[in-house]
C-alpha cells in the first residue's frame, strides 16, 4: 500500500513538473506579452515568432570541455523523443533560474539518432543561463530544452541538396558546424557509379578575434582533408607571433575569400549560411550579393 502511494505522488510530480513547464513556455514565448528590453529578454522576445517544437526534454550533462578561454562545451544525453535541425537552437530550461537561455546546437542530428548526445557550446556571459554553464554547471545535473528555429540545413537527401558555402563570425560557428558535420553525414564525398548523383562540395570560411577562440580547431584542420570540403580561418587581432606555424589568415574575411571558396562550388546551385554578429551579416550578405549569388540562396538569422 505504501509503495502504490509512492508510485502515485511520483506520478502526480511528474505531471506537475510538466505542466509547470509548458505553462513557462506559453509565458515567455507569447509574441504578444510585453517584455523588458534588457538582456535577459533576448532569446524569447527575439525569437517569439520562430517554429517550435512542442515536446519539452530532460537532459543530463555528461561531459563539460573548456574548448577555449571564453567557451565551454556541454555534452548532454538528452531523454524522450527530442529531435531537431541542423542549424537550430535550444530553449534551455535550468532548475532555480527563471531566465531561459538559447543556446545553437554544434553538433549533427546524426549523433542524436545514433547515441541521444548534443553538443552545447556556450561563450561567458553575465546573463544567467550562460554563467550558469561556466560557473555552477557539473556533470550529472539535468536540465528541459526544446529545440527551435528557422534557420537550418534538412535537404531530404543528397540528391536533393545544393552545394554549402557557410560563412561564421565568433561563436556563430556553432550552427554551421551543427551543418557541415550534417552536410557530411549525407554526402560522404563518393559519388553515384552513374554519375547522375555527383558528390556535392562545402565551403566554410571561419573568422574569430584570437587564435584561442578558434574553436572546434582539431575537428576543422580533419574535415579540411576532405576533397569536397574547403575550410579557410580567419583571425581579427593577431601579432607576429602569433602567425607562427597557424594555418590562419590575419585579416577579415574580405570580398575576394568567398569569390575564391565560390570557384570549389557551383555558384549557381549553393546554398549560403550565414552566421555571427549583425554587422558581420550585412557585410558578408553584400559580399554574396555582389558576387551574383541570388538573395534566394542566402539564408541567414537575426536574433542575437
Known amino acids: 500500500m505504501v509503495l502504490k502511494v509512492f508510485d502515485n505522488l511520483q506520478q502526480v510530480c511528474k505531471i506537475f513538473s510538466s505542466l509547470l513547464i509548458q505553462y513557462k513556455l506559453k509565458r515567455f514565448t507569447n509574441p504578444c506579452r510585453k517584455m523588458s528590453v534588457g538582456r535577459e529578454s533576448d532569446h524569447i522576445s527575439r525569437t517569439a515568432g ?6 519539452v526534454s530532460t537532459a543530463e550533462v555528461v561531459e563539460i570541455q573548456r574548448i577555449s ?16 535541425k541542423a542549424g537550430q537552437w535550444v530553449d534551455m530550461f535550468i532548475p532555480g533560474i527563471s531566465v531561459i537561455g538559447g543556446f545553437s546546437i554544434c553538433s549533427s542530428p546524426h549523433l542524436l539518432a545514433t547515441e541521444r548526445i548534443i553538443h552545447l557550446a556556450v561563450k561567458f556571459a553575465d546573463h544567467p543561463p550562460a554563467y550558469w554553464v561556466h560557473k555552477k554547471c557539473k556533470v550529472g545535473d539535468k536540465v528541459q530544452l526544446r529545440a527551435g528555429g528557422d534557420f537550418y540545413y534538412d535537404p531530404p537527401d543528397a540528391a536533393s541538396g545544393q552545394d554549402l558555402l557557410l560563412l561564421a563570425g565568433g561563436v556563430g560557428i556553432n550552427p554551421l558546424f551543427s551543418m557541415l558535420q550534417h552536410f557530411l553525414h549525407i554526402n560522404p564525398g563518393q559519388s553515384s557509379p552513374s554519375g547522375d548523383n555527383p558528390s556535392r562540395k ?12 578558434l574553436i572546434f580547431k582539431d575537428d576543422l584542420l580533419k574535415l ?9 580561418k580567419f583571425i581579427t587581432r593577431c601579432g607576429p607571433q602569433e602567425m607562427k606555424g597557424n594555418a590562419f ?5 574580405q570580398l575576394e575569400d568567398i569569390k575564391t571558396a565560390l ?5 549557381q546551385k549553393s546554398d549560403v549560411y550565414i552566421c555571427g554578429p549583425y554587422p558581420f551579416i550585412q557585410t558578408m550578405e553584400e559580399y554574396c550579393v555582389k558576387l551574383g549569388i541570388n538573395n534566394r540562396q542566402i539564408h541567414f538569422e537575426k536574433w542575437w
Open 224 to 232: 579540411s582533408e576532405k576533397k569536397h570540403v574547403f575550410i579557410k
Open 50 to 55: 520562430c517554429r517550435r517544437e512542442e515536446e
Open 69 to 84: 578561454g571564453t567557451v565551454r562545451l556541454l555534452k548532454l544525453y538528452v531523454y524522450d523523443s527530442f529531435t531537431f
Open 202 to 213: 562545402a565551403a566554410l570560411l571561419y573568422s574569430a578575434q584570437t587564435p584561442e577562440e
Open 249 to 253: 589568415s590575419a585579416s577579415r574575411i
Open 263 to 267: 570557384i570549389q562550388l557551383d555558384k
